[in-house]
């Protein structure tokens, strides 16, 4: 069974950073991409970073120059640097694996504040 676990969310005063994880146990064929997405309250849930298994990545225009994502040396491992955060940063952050089958982590609440 396919478990994706988050961490590194939490509480960051603005211009601040944060790093997120996710480690993804289980077997998982045919990785197309792995990214990060989150969620504010009352808001759809919306892509942040994307990066494929050819290391094509991609942003939210709102993070770009201040977000990375990154492969870990594993090829279960996703991360997402999180510098010059911002209040409108806080949402709860989702990784997400696209295989075969779309696999979604719990999600790690990460609080900006002002």
């Known amino acids: 069974q396919v478990q994706l676990v988050e961490s590194g969310g939490g509480l960051v005063q603005a211009g601040g950073s944060l790093r997120l994880s996710c480690a993804a146990s289980?077997?998982?064929?045919?990785?197309?991409?792995m990214g990060w997405y989150r969620q504010a309250p009352g808001k759809q849930r919306e892509l942040v970073a994307r990066?494929?298994?050819?290391?094509?990545?991609n942003y939210a225009d709102s993070v770009k120059s201040r977000f990375t994502i990154s492969r870990g040396n594993a090829e279960n491992l996703v991360y997402l640097q999180m510098n010059s955060l911002k209040p409108e940063d806080t949402a709860v952050y989702y990784c997400?694996?696209?295989?075969?089958?779309?696999?979604w982590g719990q999600g790690t609440q990460v609080t900006v504040s002002s």
């Open positions: 997400n694996v696209l295989a075969y089958y779309d696999y």
């Open positions: 289980g077997s998982i064929f045919s990785i197309v991409a």
């Open positions: 990066i494929t298994s050819g290391g094509s990545t």
